[in-house]
């Protein structure tokens, strides 16, 4: 049974930054794409950031420079450096993972993985 769960969230003023990381079960990292999108009321999902097993990374033109995803295979956990945080950055973040063959592009993540965690949610104020 895959399962992926957030922390690190929380509440802060613009321009700062959060690192959120997402802890990942019953598979092998190597096998799958993964990566992190964003949900907030009343707007489409939104997919930010996402890593194959290669390394090879695919980012969204809004937190290109501003955010970086990361993994650590030997840890199994996938992480997502925010830095000058926007109060338009407010959202509930969720961590995904699909196997392959899988596309590791934002669009792809847009469409959905195949898992995914619940979520933590992430707050900044002007």
């Known amino acids: 049974q895959v399962q992926l769960v957030e922390s690190g969230g929380g509440s802060m003023y613009a321009g700062g930054s959060l690192r959120l990381s997402c802890a990942v079960s019953g598979y092998t990292m190597y096998g799958y794409c993964l990566g992190w999108f964003r949900q907030a009321p009343e707007k489409e999902r939104e997919g930010l950031a996402v890593i194959n097993s290669d390394g090879i990374t695919d980012y969204a033109e809004s937190v290109k420079g501003r955010f970086t995803i990361s993994k650590d295979s030997a840890k199994n956990t996938l992480d997502l450096q925010m830095n000058s945080l926007e109060p338009e950055d407010t959202a509930m973040y969720f961590c995904?993972?699909?196997?392959?063959?899988?596309?590791?592009?934002?669009?792809?993540?847009?469409?959905?993985?195949?898992?995914r965690g619940q979520g933590t949610q992430v707050t900044v104020s002007s």
């Open positions: 995904a993972a699909d196997p392959i063959p899988c596309i590791a592009t934002v669009r792809a993540i847009n469409r959905g993985y195949k898992f």
